[in-house]
T-cell receptor, first 115, second 115 residues
């Protein structure tokens, strides 16, 4: 079985602060894919990034960066200089090549960025 | 281009009634997924289609739930004899190919309330 844990239920920061959202996963597969999605108040899930299990290179996209570490089974997401528009629920998810081809989501982290 | 659309956006029904929820995926996407999201939780897998056939329906909670995709495009999720516990947001997603690698694009969801 596979599992994704997002231990932080809710985080509140003040605008311009940096914030890191944690994600820990469990899987027995050697090939798998990790995703982050954003769910703003409007409700529609928006894809942010995908990482495959063989690529541990960190990625940066503007103010967003992702740190994938297989040794600790973690795929953490950092927002630098947070903005009010970053307020949303963020989900980490896992998919694998064998068996069910559907995403297993964590329970999400609600980020509130105060002006 | 057009994203995934779902209708209705909201559905209120009484316990015991039958409901149908519709999903229109992105044109050309062969894979279609249904998820259910309860308040404060991440989406949970229900069923996915590869073309017209249900490739995996192991997430359907019981035999009151059924889904079809007769022409390999639009899908309908059908719930018989609704119960209060069925209240949730039902999300549809599509991807270009039914592989774990491909990102899934989500619709805005249908909020189902069973009174």
């Amino acid at each position: 079985a596979q599992k994704v844990t997002q231990a932080q239920t809710e985080i509140s920061v003040v605008e311009k602060e940096d914030v890191t959202l944690d994600c820990v996963y469990e899987t027995r597969d050697t090939t798998y894919y990790l995703f982050w999605y954003k769910q703003p108040p409007s409700g529609e899930l928006v894809f942010l990034i995908r990482r495959n299990s063989f690529d541990e290179q960190n990625e940066i996209s503007g103010r967003y960066s992702w740190n994938f570490q297989k040794s600790t089974s973690s795929f953490n997401f950092t927002i630098t200089a947070s903005q009010v528009v970053d307020s949303a629920v963020y989900f980490c998810a896992l998919n694998k090549d064998t068996g069910r081809r559907a995403l297993t989501f964590g329970s999400g982290t609600r980020l509130q960025v105060q002006p | 281009g057009a994203g995934v659309s779902q209708t209705p956006s909201n559905k209120v029904t009484e316990k015991g009634k039958y409901v149908e929820l519709r999903c229109d995926p992105i044109s050309g996407h062969t894979a279609l997924y249904w998820y259910r999201q309860s308040l404060g939780q991440g989406p949970e897998f229900l069923i996915y289609f590869q073309g017209t056939g249900a490739a995996d329906d192991s997430g359907l909670p019981n035999d009151r739930f059924f889904a079809v995709r007769p022409e390999g495009s639009v899908s309908t999720l059908k719930i018989q004899r609704t119960e209060r516990g069925d209240s949730a947001v039902y999300l549809c997603a599509s991807s270009q190919q039914p592989t774990a690698y491909n990102e899934q694009f989500f619709g805005p969801g249908t909020r189902l309330t069973v009174l």
